[in-house]
């Protein structure tokens, strides 16, 4: 059964802690995303992966890291650094984004974030 | 540059109506274009998508899209609205590098 997959569902974090999401998937795509949501709001760009040990920032990338060392990997660790981390994440892939590729993303559940 | 606008933050309709949820696009290429349905607390589902092959798109659970070039406009449309209708919907232009989202448009389907 193909799919992404996003662990854990719901994660509380105290303040001045590092916390990683996990997004994993079995589609055999290149390209990985990962997006935050706020309320009222659409989704913005953290960081995004075309290949592995390659990635780039999005338009949100302040106090968030990244890492692709495999192809089916791309977890998202919100550092301390990260003054308002209260949010729904949801990670994101696709076939590649090369060229005048018209394929679509696929997205995870989502993890939702809560800072105490 | 390339935006995508969703010119509805919020449509109510009755169950039974037709439904249209507005979107206009910018980009300074020839776009693929996506409508996304979002229920609360979920990941994104793809309810059907624009390539160029034909600019009438239909897509799943009835609903469909026209892409207007001349108006850069793709609204989705659905005869019929239905109560499990009720949720968020992304408009979502692609380019060759990155996904472009309008802000969302909540749709409320009244019994």
């Known amino acids: 059964d193909g799919g992404i997959t996003q662990s854990p569902k719901y994660l509380f974090r105290k303040e001045g802690q590092n916390v990683t999401l996990s997004c994993e998937q079995n589609l055999n795509h290149d390209a990985m995303y990962w997006y935050r949501q706020d309320p009222g709001q659409g989704l913005r760009l953290i960081y995004y992966s075309q290949i592995v040990n390659d990635f780039q920032k999005g338009d949100i990338a302040e106090g968030y890291s990244v890492s692709r060392e495999k192809k089916e990997s791309f977890p998202l660790t919100v550092t301390s650094a990260q003054k308002n981390p209260t949010a729904f994440y949801l990670c994101?892939?696709?076939?590649?984004?090369?060229?005048?590729?018209?394929?679509?993303?696929?997205f995870g559940p989502g993890t939702r974030l809560t800072v105490l | 540059a390339q935006s995508v606008t969703q010119l509805d933050s919020h449509v109510s309709v009755s169950e039974g109506t037709p439904v249209l949820l507005r979107c206009n696009y910018s980009s300074s290429y020839s776009p693929s274009l996506f409508w996304y349905v979002q229920h609360p607390n979920k990941g994104l589902q793809l309810l059907l998508k624009y390539t160029s092959a034909a600019t009438l798109v239909k897509g799943i659970n009835g609903f469909e899209a026209e892409f207007k070039k001349s108006e850069t406009s793709f609204h989705l449309t659905k005869p019929s609205a239905h109560m499990s209708d009720a949720a968020e919907y992304f408009c979502v232009v692609r380019e060759p590098r990155q996904f472009y989202f309008g802000t969302g448009t909540s749709l409320t389907v009244i019994p």
């Open positions: 994101a892939s696709s076939i590649g984004t090369s060229g005048r590729s018209h394929n679509e993303q696929f």
